[in-house]
């Protein structure tokens, strides 16, 4: 059975940093590449970034490119989004899943797995 399960989401203010976590088992993290999305209130859901299994390639949302790093320690099934200065926009529930990768843009079908999500909050 595949399951993603994110943690590390919080309420923190404007500027500040979290990391969230992707934890996959059920399939082989070596050959699947990993996405982050995330959904505000209102919202449609958006990704975020995502980064290829073993070649390197990675994608970002424009409006967090220099501030958020997505990584990936396959030996322990993680997937990582570093997220620095926080803006109130970004905000949402973030949520991981398996999909295509490439440097311009991202793929899914109704054949990946996604997360349940973890909620970031970000208010002074």
């Known amino acids: 059975q595949v399951q993603l399960v994110e943690s590390g989401g919080g309420s923190v203010q404007p500027g500040e940093s979290l990391t969230l976590s992707c934890a996959v088992s059920?399939?082989?993290?070596?050959?699947?590449?990993i996405g982050w999305f995330r959904q505000a209130p209102g919202k449609e859901r958006e990704g975020v970034s995502c980064?290829?299994?073993?070649?390197?390639?990675?994608w970002y949302h424009d409006s967090v490119k220099g501030r958020f790093t997505i990584s990936r320690d396959n030996a322990k099934n993680l997937v990582y989004l570093h997220m620095n200065n926080l803006q109130p926009d970004d905000a949402g529930v973030y949520t991981c899943?398996?999909?295509?990768?490439?440097?311009?843009?991202?793929?899914?079908?109704?054949?990946?797995?996604w997360g349940q999500g973890t909620q970031v909050t970000v208010s002074a």
């Open positions: 899943a398996t999909v295509l990768c490439r440097s311009n843009a991202y793929y899914y079908s109704p054949h990946d797995y």
């Open positions: 059920g399939l082989n993290l070596d050959l699947r590449a």
């Open positions: 980064k290829s299994p073993t070649d390197g390639i990675t």
